[in-house]
């Protein structure tokens, strides 16, 4: 069992927050501060001119930087739409990543990612399908945390979920139109009222980062678009399923203890 890691966070306030409205934390929102500097992207973040905020900033090395409480509602989505739910803002962990979305990340600051991320996932029993990126949340505004993220390292401590589809993933998804595949991205959490480059355009962000390398076509739902596309529309809806039927088991002993409790009292 891999030991939890030993988290330290320097403070840093931002006066941009408010209240959660009631909402519980079910998502972890991934962001790169497309600014030359964490100091920078932090002074803007505590500017309240700037109406703008996140929990945390992960600097180049690794520090992180704690801007706003948890239990309160920074100011880091915007207008977003994720698997039906809306106002991330107040569902959500926000997370900045200092870099200027044209470069790799470096290792000391991926892993501090990391670490942060796994922490703050398994306090509030975040499911995978629900960290995600910016451009995930608002894929007609947003492009970050950007091709060069590395969501398949993520992956494997279950923050997000990366698709290795199948042979019968392509075979059952080859032939696809425009329509299946918007219907698949919309089933998967993105908003369905975006044009189609736009929203592949942004799964291929998250999903196939090689689209936007040498000879890649982003915006263009090849082969491997679909076929991932696939993988993920099924192992969703396997952990939908078990989602389900957990739920179930735990209302039917709920109310086995409640019709309990009510013939013990007679």
């Known amino acids: 069992m891999r030991k939890r890691p ?6 840093r306030p931002s006066p941009n927050f408010n209240e959660r409205k009631g909402h519980e934390i079910s998502f972890l929102v991934l962001h790169y501060t497309a600014m030359d500097t964490a100091e920078a992207a932090i002074q803007r ?3 309240p001119a700037s109406q703008v905020s996140a929990h ?4 180049e090395d690794g520090t992180v930087y704690r801007l706003v409480a948890e239990d309160k509602r920074a100011w880091h989505a915007g207008i977003s739409y994720w698997d039906t739910h809306t106002d991330l803002n107040s569902r959500s962990v926000g997370i900045e990543i ?9 290792e000391a600051q991926m892993q501090a990612v990391i670490d ?17 990126g910016h451009s995930d949340i608002a894929p007609d505004r947003k492009q970050d945390p950007g091709h060069f993220f590395d969501w398949k390292r993520l992956s494997t401590r279950n923050l997000g979920v990366w698709p290795v589809p199948t042979m019968d993933d392509y075979r059952r998804s080859q032939l696809w139109g425009d329509l299946e595949v918007i219907q698949g991205l919309n089933k998967l959490g993105y908003r369905s009222n975006i044009t189609l480059p736009t929203l592949v355009t942004a799964f291929q962000r ?11 076509s982003p915006g263009i739902a090849d082969a491997v678009t679909k076929a991932r596309l696939y993988c993920l529309l099924r192992r ?16 039917k002993k ?10 013990s009292k007679r």
């Open 6 to 11: 030993r988290l330290a966070f320097v403070e």
């Open 45 to 47: 973040l505590c500017d």
């Open 56 to 59: 945390y900033v992960v600097a």
């Open 98 to 106: 200092a870099n200027n979305g044209s470069s790799p990340y470096p």
């Open 116 to 132: 942060l991320s796994q922490d703050i996932a398994n306090r509030y029993g975040i499911r995978a399908f629900y960290v995600v």
């Open 206 to 216: 998250h999903y196939q980062p090689e689209a936007f390398g040498v000879g890649g």
């Open 236 to 251: 969703k809806a396997i952990g939908d399923g078990v989602r389900a039927s957990q739920a179930k088991r735990k209302n």
């Open 254 to 263: 709920k109310n086995d203890k409640s019709k309990s409790g009510r013939k």
